[in-house]
């Protein structure tokens, strides 16, 4: 029986972080933002709304609460959530330039974001000395960083998704 309730709940996690992969990878965005009325009620209503507004994009925003003056559990509510809110939403940024300890590191921001924990933006500039080939810790992450900056216009030729903005450094 604990062989069983295993199977089920490695299946559901592994369904959740396919279900995570695959809404990554659709980078579908809100072309705009929508600004959003919510009128929160005491009790158990307050729960809820919070509830279905934590499922929805950051593109709803910004967030407008009605509450009663006396309602004073559901201002705390609200003012938690919010929080909660814009430190998940707001973006980190990994900035490195090639020592093989960055990967380990960028891997945790791209596994961070791809869990929907919170957005990583990676930005990779490549070492002043890499003239013709990129560095491995390039190589690794120029498939996988947000920005990918080199230094000599040759390997911007090699590598289309490059940035080339001359000598950075």
């Not at 909660?84 to 945790?108: F, H, M, Q, Y």
Request: aromatic residues 10%; positive net charge.
């Amino acid at each position: 029986m604990n062989f069983l309730l295993c199977l089920i709940a490695v299946g559901g996690v592994a369904a959740l972080v396919l279900l995570r992969l695959w809404l990554y990878f659709r980078k579908e965005e809100c072309p705009v933002s929508v600004r959003v009325l919510v009128v929160a009620g005491s009790g158990g209503h307050t729960t809820e709304i919070l509830r279905l507004l934590g499922s929805l994009s950051k593109d709803y925003n910004p967030r407008h609460y009605v509450l009663a003056d006396t309602d004073k559990m559901s201002a705390v509510k609200i003012r938690l959530f919010e929080e909660k809110r814009a430190e998940r939403d707001s973006e980190s940024l990994v900035l490195c330039n090639g020592p093989g300890t960055c990967i380990p590191i960028c891997a945790s921001a791209l596994l961070l974001r791809i869990l929907g924990i919170k957005k990583v933006i990676i930005v990779y500039v490549e070492s002043i000395c890499r003239v013709e080939t990129l560095s491995l810790s390039g190589k690794i992450l120029y498939h996988f960083s947000d920005y990918f900056f080199v230094q000599w216009p040759t390997l911007k030729g090699k590598y289309p998704k490059s940035v080339y903005l001359g000598r950075i450094v």
